[in-house]
């Protein structure tokens, strides 16, 4: 399942990093992308970031799930992952 | 249509999409799981235009997975000194006598994971036993495999193994175009697009002549995507456009393509309800062959079956509608499923059955 809500790099250790989203922190391969840094925002899949992402878009993608969620009341089934 | 209180955007999309209407049959397909869930979710299926029928192709990469596959995992999670790690999707998916859970209920050792990372940390931590990830997937999953191979290969962990039973998307595309289905235009996922690029589709869509938009996630993305493939549709131009730019590019992830190629080479693979598509997976390359299971481990599964009355194939081919499978509902449920189709939280029987 493609989970398209973007994530930031709050920890860069070598390979490997730490993304969070509203709370939420995750251990992420970042072998995928070039010249990870803390700050980044990218989209996860399986446990790596597969695509850095501009603040900008991030920001719009975090705006169209709010609006999404707000006009659709459809967050309540708490099934992404 | 769910009450959608106030994006103006939305009502805009959803009044332009409304206002097509084509004259005869037209139908469009969607390959990506993500996709089949959001359209029903928000009810996107709902506002579609006048005689344009959506159809899910094969877009769940477990409904995809032939059921030799599952046989063989379930093999290999019998023996004592195997552990199968896996995204937990596969677990109920029934093989042909069997599901991972069941053998698992049984003392098997296979466990769920949520990235082929922590199969790694599994390895190390249990150096006697050798430790199995189920590499199904596509293109979006299949560099996070080969990355995790190359980690395996420097961290010198060689107790760590994979199934192969990755799938690619483009030959997928081409064996239904081929097959003489008369879809008129794909919407194309949203992250495996990602890595491929959006250039990845064009040789082959332009051969069919059939028009592709590449969608993001979100209900007002589908939407857009819809609304510009209908408008090509409707004006007879082909088109490959992008409308999930702020993650695809043109050109894909070039790092993550580089990973995939130095890792795997292509195959011919079996699908579900597909049958045997040339080139359409993938397996390591003799660099890496001691990395496949199937090369250090020999087990026999008894001959496939297909449940005689499941319609997944069909389904996966855009032939039948969940609905119209005679055990849809009834016989048929997420809470007991028959096939994949149901099973997954990607398959469209699921889909169906979810968001009535
Ligand atoms: S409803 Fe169930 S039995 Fe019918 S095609 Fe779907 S998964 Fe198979």
């Not at chain 1, 980044?40 to 597969?50: E, L, R």
């Not at chain 2, 139908?27 to 979710?41: A, P, S």
């Not at chain 2, 769940?60 to 790690?85: G, H, K, M």
Request: glycine share 8%.
């Amino acid at each position: 399942m493609c989970l398209g809500i973007p994530m930031r790099i709050v920890e860069v250790d070598g390979d490997v990093g730490i993304v969070e989203s509203g709370g939420i922190k995750r251990k992420v391969g970042l072998m995928l992308i070039d010249g990870a840094k803390v700050g980044d925002w990218v989209i996860v899949h399986a446990g790596f970031a597969i695509e850095k992402i501009k603040p900008e878009d991030a920001m719009e993608t975090l705006k169209l799930i709010s609006e999404g969620a707000a006009s659709l009341g459809d967050v309540s089934s708490g099934e992404e992952k | 249509m769910r009450d959608f209180r106030d994006p103006v955007l939305f009502k805009q999309l959803a009044n332009r999409l409304k206002a097509f209407e084509f004259e005869k049959e037209t139908k469009i397909m969607e390959v990506c799981g993500t996709h089949t869930m959001n359209i029903r979710r928000y009810g996107i299926h709902t506002i579609l235009p006048t005689n344009l029928d959506l159809l899910s192709g094969p877009g769940c990469p477990v409904c995809v997975t032939d059921n030799s596959y599952i046989d063989y995992a379930i093999e290999l999670a019998r023996l004592d000194d195997v552990i199968i790690t896996t995204f937990g999707d596969m677990m109920r998916v029934p093989g042909s006598y069997e599901s991972l859970e069941m053998v698992h209920s049984r003392g098997g050792d296979v466990r769920v994971v949520y990235s082929p990372l922590d199969s790694l940390e599994i390895a190390k931590d249990n150096p006697d036993k050798k430790v199995v990830f189920l590499a199904v997937g596509f293109e979006t999953t299949v560099p996070t495999i080969a990355a995790t191979i190359i980690s395996a290969e420097k961290l010198k962990i060689n107790n760590f193994y994979i199934l192969t039973g990755h799938k690619l998307i483009i030959p997928a595309i081409r064996a239904l175009l081929s097959a003489e289905n008369d879809i008129s235009g794909f919407i194309l996922p949203g992250h495996v697009s990602a890595i491929i690029g959006v250039n990845a589709y064009r040789e082959v869509l332009e051969h069919y002549n059939v028009p592709g938009v590449v969608t993001g996630f979100e209900p007002i993305d589908i939407l857009k995507g819809i609304a510009r493939l209908v408008t090509a549709i409707r004006d007879g131009v082909f088109i490959l456009a992008n409308e999930y730019r702020r993650v695809v590019t043109d050109e894909g992830n070039l790092k993550a393509l580089e990973l995939i190629d130095e890792v795997f080479e292509p195959e011919d693979v079996a699908w579900r309800g597909l049958g045997t598509i040339p080139l359409s997976g993938l397996k390591l390359r003799d660099k890496y062959a001691h990395r496949d299971i199937r090369n250090v481990v020999d087990v026999t599964p008894p001959p496939p079956r297909e449940h005689p009355a499941c319609r997944c194939g069909d389904v996966l081919q855009g032939k039948l509608k969940p609905d119209e499978c005679p055990l849809f509902g009834n016989l048929c449920t997420p809470d007991n499923p028959i096939g994949p189709c149901m099973i997954s939280s990607e398959g469209s029987c699921h889909a169906y059955f979810k968001y009535r």
